[in-house]
């Protein structure tokens, strides 16, 4: 490769980069082109990502069960918040974790109130989350009204489904 078309003329890196060497940016021992999780190290049989023990996977799905919010409203139960709070401990020790935070609500009513009622519910979590001391940053929220339904909508047991706020753990 010429200097004038490397982008790294005094290191040694393939064409394929743009002459410059491949990074493992995390120190995990993957570079990062095949690294899902390039700034985040995790074991290469993981792809690069940390692996969430069976436990923490546990926290996460209780927190999701139990979360309910008053009718129309983005209040969350008090019997919601003691799972919340485990969720809560756990993203305070792992500092690299980050939490997606997604509302969906049914198709009951207005499109754009289910718009504004699923991004009301998703800040509700993410500003009761920062309450109980996990850094804001490292909270991401998604809103997508009734346009990402897991059920039929056709039946109130379908409805109960698809009103709901999604946490899911990522990594960059």
């Not at 993981?46 to 969430?52: F, L, Q, T, Y």
């Not at 001391?133 to 897991?150: M, N, Q, S």
Request: net charge negative.
């Amino acid at each position: 490769m010429l200097d004038k078309d490397d982008e790294c003329p005094n290191l040694a890196g393939p064409k394929a980069n743009k002459g410059c060497p491949y990074k493992d940016s995390d120190n995990d021992g993957l570079l990062d082109k095949d690294d899902d999780c390039p700034n985040t190290p995790g074991p290469k049989t993981n792809k690069g990502c940390p692996v969430i023990e069976q436990a923490v996977i546990e926290v996460l799905k209780t927190a999701f069960d139990n979360l309910e919010f008053e009718t129309a409203k983005d209040v969350i139960f008090e019997s919601s918040k003691p799972s919340l709070n485990e969720l809560a401990e756990v993203l305070k020790k792992k500092t690299t974790w980050k939490l997606e935070i997604s509302g969906h609500t049914d198709n009951v009513g207005d499109d754009n109130a289910n718009l504004v009622l699923s991004k009301k519910r998703a800040e509700a979590l993410k500003a009761y989350l920062i309450s109980q001391g996990v850094e804001e940053a490292r909270l991401i929220t998604k809103y997508f009204g009734e346009t990402k339904p897991i059920a039929t909508n056709d039946t109130p047991e379908g409805r109960q489904k698809n009103r709901r706020v999604e946490m899911k753990i990522v990594f960059e």
